[in-house]
């Protein structure tokens, strides 16, 4: 099992690893050993998180987890079994501490008298320009 720690006290138990023949580097090492790993986690029904980490983790990555509600994430970058499960971990590890605080709410705010007043210069500008393209008929 990869070294790396994971956030909100995930228990190894939840974590369950797959391993492939890779596509990635590795000369005819690639055709004969199963070095790509594929981590799933059920994300749905984990007690490790709690109930508003969850949806902002569904709602942040909703491509990445199936119908069931599991977590997929693969890693064939390396050429060893554990080094793509401990990338596989360490990529867990980044998308919850993502999701781990809400983000701040935007404070509405106005914009500068100065943007104001340079985009109602920019619109005279440009209707200026506009009819002078215009002939003396239209006036």
């Not at 981590?39 to 949806?55: C, F, I, N």
């Not at 499960?85 to 993502?98: G, I, K, P, S, Y």
Request: proline share 6%; glycine share 6%.
């Amino acid at each position: 099992m990869p070294e790396t720690r994971l956030p909100f006290g995930i228990p190894e138990s939840e974590l369950h690893f797959s391993f492939a023949r890779s596509s990635g580097p590795g000369g005819q090492n690639v055709n004969k050993t199963a070095t790509k790993a594929t981590l799933r986690w059920d994300v749905l029904h984990s007690p490790a998180l709690s109930e508003d980490v969850r949806q902002r983790f569904l709602r942040a990555y909703a491509s990445r987890v199936t119908r069931e509600g599991e977590l997929v994430i693969q890693a064939q970058r390396q050429r060893d079994q554990a080094r793509n499960a401990a990338e596989c971990v360490q990529r867990l590890a980044e998308m919850l501490r993502a999701v781990a605080r809400p983000r701040r709410a935007r404070k509405p705010t106005r914009p500068g008298r100065g943007a104001v007043e340079r985009r109602l210069s920019e619109k005279r500008h440009r209707s200026q320009a506009k009819r002078e393209r215009r002939g003396r008929d239209a006036d």
